[in-house]
């Protein structure tokens, strides 16, 4: 590690007070931003309109930094995952997802995750740390690198990014947000509101601060539609249960003028909430909130104690959404031959939460 500066850490509004730092003026931070993100160059002495002197004191003091691409495998629906390790003992999972009319990105905010949710790969490798900005936009950066140079023969490019990854991207608010700043800048990625969704558990303090600085989309991993069913399979429940989660949801909508609402995530679990009467209580939670349901078929990983849904019921469970009112679709399982598929990233966490598989009360009060 050098002492230098990582510039992917930076937003444009840092980037700008960098400079200034340096005694440089404002626009300099949009000239490297066109290098860095539009044009794709890494070499400061290839950046040609900025001044020789400038160019030799950004190879001084700052640095472009990369992580070791240590696995890129492409599944055979063209699902294609990739192993970025950042430090010895963290490396982290990215997916590209290519579908007809898109190209969605699902990127990792942190190494592991401590929200413990007994149904995810992610969780049960335990947590070591929050990944940096620069380490979450640079995910952003590789992948479309290597999708444009691509040695499988896939040309596809990134439309759409979520932060659904490994990592409950809430926790880790303060290097997020300026990674989501870069993606939606037309300096960098460009992506609109609309394409860059970030996926929470329901940090609900969080939830309420990034309305305030944000207006991505917004998706909620469920998972159930009441707080004794959801405290055991969404343990963060227990500090912040569904009462002070949908208000802080409906606030968000309310508040960005999203029309098209929450993305609500139900992951299905055989004979866990997957009921008709599962399905009757979640249609009555989320009355007067907009948005969507994402039915997600549980995909197993070894040493999990939970099975997928009967497609038959999941099917029934869509058929009552569908026919209460709601827009709710099942989420096409992809990447599964690669251990790509939505629950499965696990990367590589050199784990420091001590903890059982479990995460304690009193841990997720501290939250
Ligand atoms: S589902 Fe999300 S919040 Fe829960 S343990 Fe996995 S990564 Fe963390």
């Not at 937003?11 to 007070?17: V, Y």
């Not at 759409?160 to 290097?175: I, S």
């Not at 909130?289 to 038959?312: D, H, Q, T, V, Y």
């Amino acid at each position: 590690m050098t002492d230098k500066v990582n510039l992917f850490d930076f937003d444009r509004e840092a980037l700008t007070a960098w400079f200034a730092e340096q005694g440089e003026k404002p626009f300099r931070a949009r000239q490297l931003m066109k290098w860095i993100y539009h044009e794709r160059v890494t070499d400061f002495d290839a950046m040609t309109d900025l001044s020789k002197p400038l160019r030799e004191k950004l190879k001084a003091t700052a640095e472009l930094r990369f992580p070791t691409v240590i696995a890129d495998r492409l599944a055979s629906d063209g699902t294609r995952k990739w192993v970025f390790r950042y430090d010895c003992g963290n490396s982290i999972e990215t997916v590209f997802i290519p579908e007809d009319d898109r190209g969605t990105l699902c990127i990792s905010s942190q190494a592991g995750c401590a929200l413990a949710c007994p149904f995810c790969s992610t969780a049960h490798e335990g947590f070591n740390r929050n990944l940096t900005s620069g380490e979450i936009i640079v995910q952003v950066w590789l992948a479309k690198e290597m999708l444009n140079c691509d040695r499988h023969g896939n040309n596809r490019v990134v439309t759409n990014v979520v932060l659904m990854g490994m990592g409950e991207p809430l926790v880790n608010f303060n290097n997020v947000l300026p990674a989501t700043r870069l993606m939606m800048d037309d300096y960098a990625f460009g992506l609109s509101k609309r394409r860059v969704t970030l996926s929470t558990s329901g940090i609900v303090p969080a939830i309420h601060a990034l309305r305030e600085v944000t207006d991505l989309s917004l998706a909620v991993s469920l998972h159930a539609p009441n707080d004794e069913l959801r405290n055991q399979i969404v343990p963060v429940n227990a500090r912040y249960g569904l009462d002070a989660l949908l208000d802080a949801c409906h606030q968000y909508v309310q508040h960005n003028g999203q029309h098209g609402g929450v993305t609500w995530e139900y992951v299905m679990l055989r004979g866990v909430n997957d009921s008709l009467e599962h399905a009757r209580q979640l249609v009555e939670l989320l009355r007067g909130i907009p948005g969507k349901i994402n039915l997600i078929p549980f995909n197993a990983f070894p040493g999990s104690r939970f099975e997928c849904s009967k497609r038959g019921d999941i099917l029934a469970f869509q058929r009552y959404l569908t026919e209460n009112g709601y827009v709710a679709t099942i989420r096409k399982t992809r990447g599964e031959d690669i251990d790509a598929a939505c629950g499965q990233l696990v990367g590589q966490v050199k784990d420091r939460s001590r903890r059982e598989r479990k995460l304690s009360r009193k841990e997720v009060e501290t939250l």
